[in-house]
Nanobody
């Protein structure tokens, strides 16, 4: 399966964006879809994750209260809704599929399929 992100862009502080992550070629075959971001010169950072088999969602401290993850099984697509965006949210955002047998959703090394990333730029 291939993951394809979309929905990034250039927005002003306080705006909202919704990122999409579509599984192409096959059904999303993991039990967790994770979202990460990477700003220039920084390590990839965990943002949020959603269970594909239950209603569970997980958020980093920076995302809690402003971001929301969701999924649409029929469309084989996950979403990251980002509200009240700040300049510090500027990064390339990635979605990923958790490896079978992995349970720690905050570690990028536990994911084995990644999308190509979508750029989010927040101006002040």
């Amino acid at each position: 399966v291939q993951l394809v992100e979309s929905g990034g862009g250039l927005v002003q502080a306080g705006a909202s964006l919704r990122l999409s992550c579509a599984a192409i070629g096959d059904t999303f075959n993991s039990y967790v879809m994770g979202w990460f971001r990477q700003a220039p010169g920084k390590e990839r950072e965990y943002v949020a994750a959603i269970s594909w088999t239950s209603e569970s969602t997980y958020y980093s401290d920076s995302a809690k209260g402003r971001f929301a993850v969701s999924k649409d099984w029929a469309k084989n697509t996950g979403y990251l809704e980002m509200n009240n965006l700040k300049p510090d949210d500027t990064a390339v955002y990635y979605c990923a599929a958790l490896k079978q047998g992995s349970y720690v959703v905050i570690l990028a090394s536990n994911y084995d399929t990644w999308g190509q990333g979508t750029q989010v730029t927040v101006s002040s």
